[in-house]
């Protein structure tokens, strides 16, 4: 066999914590292999002990036939193994080029090099990899999510001789065709790839074979042209899910309007008159950069505008913080999409971070314990279908989608009726996102208000009870229920007149 | 904190000065430092004097020396509280080395050197391997040193070469040896800091995570931020002895929350990632110049903590307000 | 400021220190423009009782006529840094001062910029504390014998034997080693004595308070402290820990300290000793000291012979007598409960040497009306034996240091 | 919700992995690590001395380590919001000099007195709160500053001799015994159980958890990270200042640097307690523990015949002792060990 990497008996535990218990797969030189499991299956710490983060327990890995046991990055480097990491590893401040050669930088060890030189030859990669947009002297921390990925992927491309490791290397980017040829570059010269991604789509278009990871073990390796995506989630959950059924809400336009703005401005966000109707699923889309972040922001109190006015519950409102905007009758809530960053509070047990929002709008202190919070989080915890033996969990320690559980249930515990969510299912797992779904519809049939962002075309499709598109900071179009296609959201957010693209997705 | 929030509710703003801003930080300091020195100036004229102006530079030099040694822990995110215990360890170690001359001199500095050394390997060994918090070990490794301080010499005395006390405090060819050594340690920062060390450093203190992820060895870096510290607190300590030509078991203790209030006052930023040692290097100077300054102004001696907090205060304010206005124009 | 004036009392100053002080010395040729001594008072940090006590002296007597006339008094608080002080003696040269009295943060570190101080002519007068540069003067009682001498008298209270505390004052502080060497150099005679525990308490009420009640966990059955500065919280540490068992101990100047031991009720609880120790009004004798060398009236010592001993207080606890007026009179040493604070240190007050001062002066730096400046003794200088590393470098100590002067040994070992 | 949703089964499914939540989490391991290394002290302390090891000494520590937590319990909160309190000596200073002159002696008005001097320290506490948070100096240089600023204002208008005494009934409190235990050590008991209640099962504790933990997230959640934020150094600086109160009765007078031999301590007994100093992360149980340890130490180390040098350096090797055994690390490789052998 000429497996690039052959991995047996795999197990890696993190104190009382069993993170994989038996992992088995080779991958063969020149191939793509997809590692397919739910949030929490254990693909992350696979990655991490490919690429010399952790050291496994137990198990060997091989690379080309010799042992493989990598104690840190710069090792796996060495010997050609490199890794795009999901929650990109670049250092913000420092320049494209100084991040794409990092750890050492400089040729010289003692007398530094240049910064132009430096940037010549950070620029002469990217030449190499045909990322030809992104200046190599540009800061990091002035670039998009979607370009920061790129450059992420670029790095992990120089360094792969032998494997390259590719965790979600698409979920910022606005399409796949630099980064499939570069794959397809890459397996020429030999390289294996491992390559995750929720997206089934992309995985059947891009690998040859999967290995399905569940609970920390791999239930089996499969040629993807063999099997259908049901057979691949049944392996995936260990058994066939039922047919995704769209059940968009019908728009109800007599319904008491909750939330309108008038001329709203801020950011990129150049006005926008909108409404909000109890009982309605609003989407929002549009390609990166037209001012939805903004817009969500502004509405959910997390950004001051720079004009224009927001009216709740029938009275204009001054929201100036997340906080005013949960208190202004009848309240909203705010979910962001950086999770890490903006979401949770990771040493918290999840029951407290859920439990949290009881005592943020509650304004009475009170005594709490950890039984106590238990029983609060646990009503919210159901809605979101959130197993409530996760609640005594770091959330640190969750996965991701158990984490965007978590910060919607705290979101519906505020009792606040509308909600504000940026991209609520984006990178987590097929069960979860189906209940997300299920939570938004059930809050808009309570009689509560949905406006979210969504960088998948099919979910605004199909949860909205219509659609707003925004173009260049200001509303493109509104697509109605009975209009929704994804052709016809793309076209819109391409602003009328331009021809879509052949790829479906946008990004934010 | 504040300005974590206030950038987080607004991602499109959220703009860290790059490397070349991070560079003008130091202006800054600077700045603020020269205009104090006009106000000093203007109000003692003496105050330019060939003499006086080596009297301050000796003066200001063991603080300053300290606080650019600070900084490097502090640049990767640590916090070091050894400065005392090292500084008067060294400086009694200084004290009792029964050398003479010139190369007495370098004998000391050599001594000198090796324990900082040694002490920044013990506190980047118990951080950067033990993983025990940064605070906590500095603080135990500042007790035994101020221990072993007291057991090399039980009171303030002993005897420092001649040539430290006159020759390294005095004037090579008209320019005081002080700024000699202020100019190599800005010129060795800016060198530094241009190397994949120095890049390293200030990679860890942004985004420890990124930072690992990109391959930089965290731990590496950690112990030699302490290493680099310890060595700095030597120096500084090498310097306080020649100046005032004894040892002191003590002789630190002023240094603790001094060379912290010096590199805030550069604008390192405390949690790592932004700044650097010329701006502390300032830092310490300007914290120096504000006693002249406060003697020459004539303020009421019971009320000069006053006017120093609220200069230092000030001092942060007006740094902070540049920075945003700089941001400001970036982003518009 | 005009440049005439300023040009006159130049000559004036030069003409005088030229005539009267025969050269000894530069003279001091830069009064202030208004024809005043331009002297600064530097201190440490004005913290505690001692500190403030030993500054309000000097400003009471630079508010007595004729000083109030004749001397500018700029007060300095240096804090606790040497470079600090080191500083603030710089810009005092560079301002032109006339006479610096100064509290020294370190005896060796503030050497250099007093070396350059006099070659700028500007008189140093240290108090209490030390420097061991030549060209200062050091007005202190640290050579009085303070640690043997107190040593002595707790040696012979406890009859030469017994377990014992030694309260000290600050790690790695010249003038804590020279007191706890000299109470050594007895207790070491005696076999009998057991040192139990030695802590620091920082020469402060609180830190003694609490030092002692550690060390009292460990040796309850102690039987007498030897007390540096302080020494009023050993009481309150014993009576917490025992309120009807007093040990004999001996201490510094605290009007507590001495209250206490003229207390029936305390004696009868065992407390017995000597209060002896560092006296404030050393800064004022200093001062009147400088004046006098600067006015000409008295003649400059040549350097060597700078160091000036302070008679070492001396109450026993039978010696102590209440004040009945605000001074020092009729042989009083000690103040009423509700006069002062428990940490007032008492022996502010001399009547040979400060006969100007009152309660006012030491509390709060004012003149004691219708006092004026009284000329000091013929003989009032008195020089201090050597001291290595406390008033002078390369020195050797006499043979006889821890001569005992205040009391005989009752007791042989 | 109506029946099962094809999503709920497959969380359900997902949710089959072994892991636990850990019963007992690292902090209260470390917690009561650290008490029974204090135990481990007193128990060895009488090879240093017979009288050592029995009641009084634990009287004596939990005496003297009383000032040390009441300070400490606010320099904790504030280090909880990522912040660092060095205006606690000056505050201590303060809280002592008010306490002297404003009560001169007597006891009229030691009822509103004492709130009152608590209020001021507050306030001032608000000042650095409000300089840290709306000005984003950072708390290092605001604190330092306003400490400097507070003591030489103290300094000022005392002259540098602070006058009068403490109320005499406050004085008697520090001295008497109830039950045959101090007062002073019922009040410490009292201190702890109101403590950990407020940080660790109170609202306000949760809240203040969550900005330390992660100040954007806690902004966006809805809480107000800037009052919060403010109200840990009003309540650390308060503490500060009752610890003065009660200082000042304990030695009968207010002295200018009273406080600075509690500074260094405050910071050491929250970080030896197991709170991060990076904020988020810390119980108040552990800052008692923390400073229980540093007392007992010293109550050890002053009956130790050796020099001062020495004592010294057995102090810091160990407090170092104590954190390397201290660490997370061994905490979890215990649990790892413990779960394979059984």
Redesign the interface.
């Known amino acids: 066999m000429a497996d690039v990497l052959s991995v047996q008996a795999l197990s890696k535990q993190y104190g009382a914590t069993i993170a994989l218990r038996g992992v088995d797969l080779g991958i063969r030189r020149g191939e793509v292999h997809a590692i397919l499991g739910e949030n929490g299956a254990g693909k992350s710490t696979l990655v991490k002990l490919l690429s010399g983060v952790v050291e496994p327990d137990g198990g060997s890995l091989s690379l080309d036939g010799a042992p493989y046991r990598p104690a840190s990055i710069r090792d796996a480097r060495r010997m050609g193994v490199s890794t795009a990491f999901q929650e990109l590893s670049l250092v913000p401040d420092l320049t494209v080029a100084e991040n794409m050669l990092l750890p050492k930088v400089s040729t010289g060890r003692f007398w530094p090099e240049s910064l132009a030189s430096i940037i010549r030859r950070g620029r002469d990669l990217l030449e190499r990899f045909d990322v030809h947009d992104i200046p190599a002297d540009a800061v990091v921390s002035d670039l998009s999510l979607a370009q920061r990925q790129r450059i992420e992927i670029t790095r992990a491309l120089s360094h792969a001789r032998r494997l390259l490791v590719l965790d979600e290397p698409t979920a910022a980017l606005p399409d796949t065709g630099w980064l499939f040829s570069q794959i397809r570059r890459a397996t020429g010269d030999g390289v294996g790839v491992l390559y995750i991604s929720h997206r089934l789509s992309e995985v059947r278009e891009i690998c040859g074979r999967a290995t399905v990871l569940r609970n920390g073990s791999s239930i089996g390796t499969v040629a993807l042209e063999g099997v259908d995506d049901a057979g691949i989630f049944s392996m995936m959950v260990g058994h066939r899910p039922e047919a995704e059924k769209r059940t968009a809400l019908r728009p109800n336009k007599g319904a008491e309007v909750l939330l309108e703005t008038r001329n709203l401005r801020g950011g990129l966000l150049k006005g926008v008159d909108l409404s909000l109707h109890a009982g309605e699923i609003v989407g929002v889309a549009g390609l990166e950069g037209q001012g939805q972040q903004a817009l969500l922001r502004l509405v959910g109190g997390a950004m001051r505008p720079g004009g224009g006015e927001i009216i709740v519950g029938g009275a204009k409102a001054m929201l100036t913080s997340p906080q005013k905007a949960q208190r202004t009758p009848p309240g909203i809530v705010f979910v962001p999409e950086e999770r890490k960053t903006e979401g949770i509070f990771d040493t918290l047990t999840a029951a407290a971070n859920i439990a949290l929002a009881e005592f943020a709008t509650g304004g009475r202190e009170r005594l709490v314990n950890g039984r106590a919070e238990r029983l609060l989080a646990r009503q919210s915890a159901e809605r979101v279908s959130l197993s409530p033996r996760y609640l005594d969990f770091e959330v640190g320690n969750l996965s991701g989608g158990n984490q965007q559980k978590v910060l919607l249930a705290r979101a519906l515990m505020t009792g606040a009726r509308i909600l504000v969510l940026f991209d609520p299912a984006r990178g987590v797992d097929v069960g979860t996102k189906q209940s997300i779904y299920q939570m938004m519809r059930h809050f808009a049939e309570l009689g509560g208000a949905i406006l979210f962002y969504s960088s998948e075309l099919p979910e605004l499709v199909q949860l909205s009870s219509r659609c707003l598109v925004l173009y260049d900071g200001r509303l493109a179009a509104e697509v109605p229920q009975e209009a929704l296609s994804e052709a016809r959201l793309l076209a819109a957010a391409h602003g009328h007149g331009e021809r879509p693209t052949n790829d479906l997705r946008m990004a934010v | 904190m504040t300005n974590q929030l206030a950038m987080s509710t607004a991602p499109h703003s959220r703009r860290l000065p790059n490397l070349k801003v991070l560079a003008e930080s130091a202006l800054l300091i600077v700045l603020i430092y020269a205009v104090m020195a006009v106000v000093y100036v203007s109000v003692q004229p003496s105050a330019l004097s060939p003499y006086a102006i080596e009297a301050l530079l000796n003066n200001s030099l063991p603080l300053m020396l300290a606080a650019a040694g600070a900084t490097f822990v502090i640049l990767q995110g640590g916090f070091d509280l050894s400065v005392a215990g090292i500084i008067s360890l060294v400086n009694v170690v200084i004290a009792v080395m029964p050398v003479d001359g010139p190369l007495g001199a370098l004998a000391n500095l050599g001594v000198a050197l090796s324990i900082g050394i040694a002490v920044g390997a013990v506190n980047g060994f118990l951080v950067a391997g033990l993983r025990i918090q940064a605070i906590a070990a500095t603080l135990a490794t500042m007790i035994v040193c101020q221990g072993a301080a007291l057991l090399i010499l039980g009171a303030p005395g002993g005897y420092v070469p001649d040539f430290m006390v006159y020759d390294l405090t005095g004037s090579v060819f008209g320019v005081p040896v002080a700024l000699v050594i202020i100019l190599a340690v800005i010129a060795l920062w800016s060198l530094y800091r241009r190397t994949d060390a120095g890049r390293n450093l200030l990679a860890v203190g942004q985004d420890r995570k990124a930072a690992g992820l990109s391959g930089i060895n965290v731990e590496r870096t950690e112990f030699f931020s302490f290493v680099w510290a310890g060595a700095f607190y030597a120096l500084a300590a090498y310097m306080l002895a020649a100046q005032t030509s004894t040892g002191s078991p003590s002789a630190g203790e002023p240094f603790l929350l001094l060379s912290f209030a010096a590199v805030a006052l550069g604008g390192t930023a405390f949690g790592g990632g932004r700044g650097g040692v010329t701006a502390s290097l300032f830092g310490a100077a300007t914290l120096t110049l504000m006693q002249k300054v406060l003697f020459a102004l004539g303020v009421s001696s019971f009320y000069t903590g006053v006017i120093q907090g609220l200069i230092m205060i000030l001092a942060v304010l007006f740094a902070a307000a540049v920075r945003y206005a700089v941001r400001s124009r970036r982003v518009a | 400021m005009t440049s005439k004036s300023k040009t006159g009392s130049a000559i004036l100053a030069a003409f005088v220190g030229t005539t009267m002080l025969a050269g000894a010395m530069t003279p001091a040729d830069a009064k202030t423009a208004d024809g005043k001594w331009l002297i600064y008072l530097s201190?440490s940090?004005?913290?505690?009782?001692w500190?403030?006590?030993a500054?309000?002296i000097v400003k009471a007597l630079a508010k007595t006529a004729p000083y109030n006339e004749t001397v500018e008094l700029?007060?300095?608080?240096s804090?606790?840094?040497?470079?600090?002080q080191?500083?603030?003696y710089?810009?005092m040269i560079?301002?032109g001062a006339d006479g610096v009295v100064s509290f020294p943060i370190?005896?060796?570190?503030?050497?250099?910029?007093v070396r350059r101080g006099c070659q700028e002519g500007t008189l140093f007068f240290m108090y209490d504390a030390t420097v061991t540069e030549q060209c200062a003067y050091n007005v202190s009682y640290i050579t009085s014998g303070f640690g043997e001498n107190s040593a002595q008298a707790l040696v012979n209270e406890l009859g030469g034997k017994g377990k014992i505390f030694l309260s000290r004052g600050?790690?790695?502080?010249?003038v804590?080693?020279r007191h706890t060497n000299g109470a050594m150099h007895i207790f070491n005679q005696y076999p009998g004595i057991e040192?139990?525990?030695?802590?620091?308490s920082?020469w402060?009420?609180?830190?003694t308070?609490?030092?002692t009640?550690?060390?009292?966990?460990?040796?309850?059955?102690v039987d007498g402290i030897w007390a540096q500065a302080g020494e009023y919280?050993a009481i309150?540490a014993l009576?917490?820990a025992n309120?009807d068992r007093l040990v004999p101990m001996t201490g510094e100047n605290s009007n507590?300290f001495r209250l206490a031991l003229a207390n029936p009720d305390y004696q009868a609880k065992g407390l017995a000793g000597v209060s002896a120790g560092s006296p404030p009004a050393q800064s004022g004798f200093a001062f009147k000291l400088m004046m006098e060398i600067l006015e000409g009236k008295r003649e400059p010592l040549a350097e060597g012979e700078r160091n000036i001993q302070y008679p070492l207080p001396w109450v026993p606890a039978d010696a102590v007598k209440l004040c009945e007026g605000d001074a020092f009179e009729n042989g009083c040493n000690a103040f009423p409960e509700d006069k002062v604070?428990?940490?007032?240190v008492t022996e502010v007050f001399n009547p040979e040497l400060l006969p100007e001062l009152s309660l006012a002066s030491a509390?709060?730096?004012q003149p004691t009306e219708g006092a004026t400046i009284q000329a000091l003794p013929a003989d009032a200088v008195q020089k201090a034996p050597d001291a290595?590393?406390i008033n002078c470098r390369q020195c050797e100590a006499p043979e006889d240091i821890y001569a005992l002067t205040k009391i005989e040994p009752t007791v042989q070992p | 919700m109506t029946g099962p949703h094809p999503a709920a089964e497959l969380s359900d499914t997902a949710a089959k992995d072994t892991r636990t939540a850990q019963k007992v989490s690292s902090t209260t391991v470390a917690v009561l690590a650290i008490y029974g290394l204090v135990a481990v002290l007193i128990l060895a302390s009488r090879a240093v001395s017979p009288s050592l090891g029995g009641l009084s000494q634990i009287e004596t520590v939990f005496y003297l380590s009383a000032f040390l937590v009441f300070c400490a319990f606010g320099q904790g909160l504030v280090i909880l919001v990522r912040g660092l309190d060095l205006s606690i000596a000056s505050m201590i200073t303060l809280g002592a000099i008010l306490s002297t002159t404003l009560m001169g002696g007597s006891n009229d008005g030691l009822l509103y007195l004492v709130p009152a001097i608590l209020l001021v320290c507050a306030m001032v506490g608000v000042v650095s709160g409000i300089g840290i948070t709306f000005f984003a100096i950072p708390p290092f240089i605001m604190t330092m500053a306003v400490g400097i600023i507070v003591y030489s204002l103290c300094l000022g208008v005392t002259g540098g001799t602070p006058r009068g005494f403490p109320s005499p009934m406050l004085r008697e409190f520090m001295q008497d015994r109830f039950v045959g235990i101090p007062s002073p050590v019922w009040l410490l008991g009292l201190f702890v159980i109101l403590g950990t209640v407020l940080q660790g099962y109170s609202s306000l504790g949760r809240k203040l958890t969550a900005v330390g933990n992660n100040p954007a997230a806690a902004h966006v959640a809805g809480l107000s990270a800037r009052r919060l934020t403010i109200l840990a150094y009003a309540i650390s600086a308060a503490c500060a200042g009752f610890t003065g109160i009660l200082l000042a009765a304990y030695s009968n007078g207010a002295t200018l640097r009273m406080g600075d031999a509690y500074l260094l301590p405050s910071i050491a007994a929250v970080v030896v307690g197991g709170s991060s100093i990076l904020g988020g992360r810390g119980s108040f149980l552990g800052t008692v523990g923390g400073a229980l340890l540093l007392t007992t130490l010293s109550t050890i180390l002053s009956a130790l015949g050796i020099g001062q040098g020495w004592k010294t350096i057995t102090e810091g090797l160990v407090i170092l002792a104590a954190l390397i055994l201290l660490r997370d690390e061994v905490f979890t490789a215990l649990q790892t060990r413990f779960r394979r052998t059984a």
Do not use: C, M, W
């Open positions: 201190l940090y004005s913290g505690n009782s500190q403030s006590e500054a309000n700029v007060e300095v608080i804090g606790t840094d040497p470079q600090a080191i500083s603030d710089e810009s560079a301002a370190s005896s060796t570190a503030l050497n250099r910029v600050v790690p790695g502080n010249s804590d080693e040192i139990a525990a030695e802590y620091y920082y402060d009420d609180r830190t308070q609490q030092e009640a550690k060390a009292l966990a460990a040796h309850p059955d919280g309150q009576l917490q309120p507590g604070p428990s940490s007032f509390l709060d730096g290595p590393g």
